[in-house]
């Protein structure tokens, strides 16, 4: 018996580290297309929503329900999980949080909900972290400290193009997005204690790359780091951007994920989205 490890399809864990890893369960969020519903990487993902959205679709998202999660968590205890350290989107910009919570309350402190505070990778590397706890043989309570300490230190940022995506989502005032749009602003966002919030604001799509590497840099000190830069229709941006990240940290780059992003968190932000998400590591 041992403790195993439940997250949702917004952690945008590279296919490689998710078939290397026992006891990791992703769920897929539901997505929303003119109102027809699918699930992230099972029957939709990032390029599928690239297109909806450059041909005016509806796009929308929803948490997951918690009869879904109690039914995973009743189904991975039954064939012999000792605990399950479930893993999600920021509670802040999602449901699924406080639905996880919910199914856990009725199975006996065998079932501790970690909240993120983060979004892409800024919800994989804490999932990660547990994982990589539970292979060094941590306990349920054990393993949860660890993805704690893993959203600690991890920093997320993300370049766009438009913040018109984030508004339509509700994840920005309508005020901000008009006021950016007119200036032709290129917003940088960081995610803060589970916020999303402008950081910076540039000119130009590689102004912004320039300035998502300097406050990688910045974020990361002296530390030994995984990264992982996210994209939705960016590919070529993100290889540069990944470029220039290994550049600056050779010798202290552990692992490098070029990856575009999901279903889910690419209807909230666009096409032309690139990110980097770094976690410094112990």
Known sequence: MTVVVVTDSTSALPEPLRAARGGLTVLGIPVLIDGVEYREGEDIGGEAILRAMRDGH???????????????????????ASGIVSVHLSGRLSGTVAAAEAAAAGFGGRVAVVDSLGAGMGVGYPALAAVEAIERGAELLAAAAAAHSAIGRTSTYFY???????????????????????????????????????????????????????????????????????????????????????????????????????????????????????????
């Open 58 to 80: 509806e796009v929308t998202t929803s948490g997951l329900p918690p009869e879904e999660l109690r039914a995973t968590y009743t189904r991975l205890l039954d064939e012999g």
């Open 160 to 282: 766009l193009d438009t913040l018109e995506y984030l508004r339509r989502g509700g994840r920005i005032s309508a005020a901000r997005a008009i006021v950016g749009t007119a200036l032709s602003v290129k917003p940088i966002l960081g995610v803060e204690d589970g916020r999303i919030d402008v950081v910076e604001k540039v000119r130009t799509p590689t102004r912004g790359l320039q300035r998502l590497a300097a406050l990688a840099v910045a974020d990361a000190g002296d530390a030994e780091v995984e990264m992982t830069v996210h994209h939705l229709g960016a590919e070529r941006r993100a290889e540069a951007l990944a470029g220039w990240l290994g550049e600056r940290f050779e010798g202290r780059l552990r692992r490098m994920d070029v990856t575009e992003v999901g279903a889910a968190v690419g209807a909230h932000c666009g096409p032309g989205l690139v990110g980097v998400i770094t976690r410094r590591l112990p």
